[in-house]
């Protein structure tokens, strides 16, 4: 599947509109839509998902934002997936406090749960891992950070649903490109 960071993109609304038409009508992969709040969606976000999600079989929101219940509530209307994200760019939580993510994001209604958390030491990515396998709720999870790398691999056979790769440039910390990413799973 490819995830579509609308909050990335430079150009019109009915630019990126027109480009996830042409994605799903030509390369016929699952999309996902992703507006994290910037400057330049800030004022608009809720219109920006209601916008989009027609076009996607799913969207990732974050975990806590004020537009969460009405980005959810449209989502389940229309019949798409809800991943709930959060994303800790300083640490890899305790167990507890990872498992009070997913529970939150149970309760606001997500459908699937992503973590992304910063490895300080390969134990952070080990117990990360750990926790995907035993989690009990449909999650993706993996580190981030040059420590985190190979959890991006390792994380579907955790019991990750799935992770991320870029096409162009990263978009965190230790992110590996798709292409890399394809041949470090076909070898493992």
């Not at 509530?73 to 798409?80: F, N, V």
């Not at 994001?105 to 992503?114: E, F, N, S, Y």
Request: with cysteine; proline share 5%.
């Amino acid at each position: 599947m490819l995830e579509i960071r609308v909050d990335l993109i430079e150009t019109t609304l009915a630019c990126i509109v027109k480009y996830m038409g042409d994605l799903t009508a030509h390369v016929g992969l699952p999309l996902i839509g992703t507006v994290r709040e910037n400057t330049k969606t800030a004022p608009d976000r809720l219109r920006i998902f209601r916008t989009i999600l027609p076009l996607v079989h799913g969207v990732d929101i974050e975990l806590g934002c004020a537009i969460l219940p009405e980005v959810v509530a449209e989502a389940h209307r229309l019949g798409k997936t809800v991943i709930v994200s959060e994303h800790d760019f300083e640490k890899t939580p305790p167990d507890t406090a990872l498992q009070s993510i997913v529970d939150r994001a149970k309760t606001a209604g997500a459908d699937l749960v992503k973590i992304a958390a910063m490895a300080r030491n390969k134990d952070d990515a080990r117990r990360l891992l750990r926790f995907v396998k035993s989690c009990g709720f449909p999650i993706a999870a993996f580190a981030m950070g040059e420590i985190g790398a190979s959890s991006r691999v390792l994380a579907c056979e955790n019991g990750s649903l799935f992770t991320y790769g870029y096409i162009s440039k990263p978009v965190a910390p230790g992110q590996l490109s798709a292409v890399e990413l394809a041949g470090k799973i076909k070898r493992e």
